[in-house]
């Protein structure tokens, strides 16, 4: 005849069961927080270059919201997307997302998402290096023209009332009028609009 669990010996079970769970709750969140600090944060990259052929600048392209940027934003970042993905740099390479367009001839600028911080010089020779291998795909690419530089963040506007303070912007380069990028100085006065906001090319500026 079997004899029943003793009050103590029940006990006893659920004290082991509580502390298996313990054990294995703790093991999960010690490999989740290992895993988290092991991660490496993104890291974004501008990038600038010359569509030669294959398009012509319109006011159109101003637009974001229009069918023509956004179907050439398409455009550009799926060619940049298999440029890199023939390059060196395909295993670290996350997205490209077009920010706008600019004249000179067309003159795109972009964002590079990276899974690491990338080297700037090596990633303008592996995207040139990549469109020649990808190929045009309808839109040629001065190679010549590509630019990669660091990120700028945003500076927000400073109340009318203040008197605005001029952008932190690297050595050799310098903040456009509405301070929401920082552009070199050997690109000013270029015939390309860099600044969102033109002001990079205006007359005053330029001593037109």
Same mark, same amino acid.
């Given at each position: 005849m079997k004899r029943g669990l003793s009050s103590l010996e029940f006990l006893l079970a659920v004290v082991s069961s509580l502390l298996l769970v313990s054990c294995v709750a703790l093991i999960i969140l010690s490999w989740i927080s290992l895993k988290s600090e092991g991660a490496v944060e993104p890291a974004v990259l501008s990038g600038r270059m010359v569509i030669t052929e294959g398009v012509v600048f319109s006011e159109e392209l101003k637009n974001s919201s229009s069918l023509l940027f956004k179907s050439l934003a398409?455009? *550009?970042?799926?060619? %940049? +997307?298999e440029a890199f993905r023939h390059s060196e740099l395909r295993?670290?390479?996350?997205?490209?997302? %077009?920010?706008?367009?600019?004249?000179? +001839?067309?003159? %795109?600028?972009?964002?590079l998402c990276f899974n690491h911080l990338i080297d700037l010089k090596e990633a303008a020779q592996q995207l040139g290096a990549g469109l020649q291998e990808a190929g045009n795909a309808g839109l040629v690419i001065d190679k010549n023209s590509i630019q990669i530089t660091e990120k700028q963040q945003k500076t927000t506007a400073a109340p009318s009332s203040v008197t605005p303070t001029t952008a932190t912007c690297p050595p050799h380069q310098t903040s456009c009028a509405d301070r929401s990028m920082c552009v070199p100085?050997?690109?000013?006065?270029?015939? *390309?609009?860099?600044?969102?906001?033109?002001?990079?090319? %205006?007359?005053?500026?330029?001593?037109e």
């Open positions: 398409f455009d *550009v970042q799926h060619l %940049v +997307s295993l670290h390479f996350l997205s490209c997302q %077009v920010l706008y367009f600019s004249r000179g +001839s067309v003159a %795109v600028t972009f964002d100085i050997d690109r000013l006065c270029d015939g *390309v609009e860099d600044c969102p906001d033109n002001s990079d090319e %205006v007359a005053a500026r330029c001593g």
